[in-house]
């Protein structure tokens, strides 16, 4: 019961932690965070607000259009004026906090003059009537530090970008835990914000990847928790990311000369076959386009699984490649696996096929 108690009196003088690196937008343009996790709020203590901050690192002055919304339970306001060089401006946003006790995932598309494509910003939390023992917010422990799921995701980024996210985690000792990792994942950073995290309290785990060209489509990125000194190596944090071709700067005719693949049939029909036999899957296609096609990775979504070389293809060239099922560890009944290639065409960037049958 004391414990219960301390976990209150956190929660209601808990502030929400955020992101303390600036993150690129675009030419000239940083912002502080790209999430804000208000963390678990009471649902009868009414709104809650936060600022976003940009950061106009060019020579030249850069305005906020417009920020729209993803709902209406969430106002925004925002700087109206020009952000000169060197200078800041905010955007504020106000969630209802009344649409009952849940999880909340609100997006603001912001519109600004140095930007090709609007930017995302995120606010996050968990509303709830009364607040929960910290054991059953935050089901997976390692060691006195807990996490509600140690499998994230981290989205979809382009060559050449920063993807950052956060979420809650919380310290289930009764003394401050200082929170480090190590054997981290090459081109993953990731960090505890308050570090150390206040005893029976909670704190935002941020984390971004940056995107490599020696990584393409789906990729899984690894850290290792260490409380107050003492290595935790059962268990381990996952991040997932796809990654894909930027063509953010080639302008519209060289995205529509490039290449173009078109498949003879995007579904391949294996029928019925028998647990454990291997389905070989044909896929065939022409490069439509005025440059080279090629294929960066070939992501499968099945537990075993193999493909054959897909060589260049070049203009007006055909060409196929296999994809090898092995059933033994699907489940019986309907399949449908999806066969992910991540490509060079900026009209196709990610390609996604489909091998459809019924395991016997």
């Not at 912002?31 to 963390?39: A, C, E, I």
């Not at 489509?217 to 290595?231: D, F, I």
């Not at 059962?234 to 930027?246: G, N």
Request: net charge neutral; hydrophobic share 35%.
């Amino acid at each position: 019961m004391k414990h219960l108690h301390l976990y209150i009196l956190s929660a209601l003088l808990m502030t929400s932690f955020q992101l303390s690196a600036q993150v690129k937008l675009g030419e000239g343009l940083e912002v502080d965070k790209t999430v804000h996790n208000f963390g678990d709020i009471k649902l009868d203590s009414g709104p809650v607000s936060c600022t976003f901050t940009l950061t106009n690192t060019s020579d030249k002055p850069i305005v906020i259009y417009q920020v729209v919304s993803s709902c209406g339970c969430t106002d925004v306001e925002w700087t109206k004026e020009p952000i000169l060089p060197g200078k800041k401006g905010k955007i504020s946003a106000t969630y209802s906090n009344d649409e009952g006790p849940y999880p909340f995932d609100k997006t603001l598309t912001v519109y600004a003059s140095s930007i090709k494509k609007p930017i995302l910003l995120k606010l996050r939390g968990v509303s709830v009537e009364k607040p929960k023992p910290l054991e059953e917010s935050y089901p997976e422990h390692i060691g006195q530090i807990a996490f509600r799921t140690l499998e994230l995701n981290c989205g979809n980024l382009e060559q050449g970008e920063v993807k950052s996210d956060a979420v809650m985690v919380a310290n289930l000792s009764n003394s401050p835990l200082n929170v480090s990792f190590e054997d981290i994942s090459p081109d993953l950073d990731i960090s505890v914000n308050p570090n150390p995290i206040p005893a029976r309290g909670t704190a935002e785990m941020s984390f971004s990847v940056t995107a490599n060209r020696s990584r393409w489509g789906k990729n899984k990125y690894w850290a290792t928790p260490v409380t107050n000194g003492k290595s935790h190596q059962e268990k381990r944090i996952c991040i997932h990311a796809f990654t894909r071709e930027s063509f953010k700067n080639i302008s519209e005719n060289d995205k529509s000369s490039g290449p173009r693949p078109k498949f003879d049939e995007s579904t391949f029909q294996a029928g019925k076959v028998r647990k454990g036999d291997v389905i070989k899957a044909t896929f065939s296609f022409k490069n439509e386009g005025k440059k080279a096609f090629g294929v960066y990775k070939v992501d499968i979504d099945a537990p075993k699984w193999a493909h054959s070389r897909i060589s260049p293809t070049e203009p007006g060239a055909k060409n196929s490649f296999t994809v090898e099922i092995d059933t033994s560890d699907l489940p019986e009944g309907e399949m449908l696996t999806i066969v992910t290639l991540t490509t060079n065409s900026p009209l196709r960037p990610i390609v996604n096929l489909f091998i459809a049958g019924w395991i016997e």
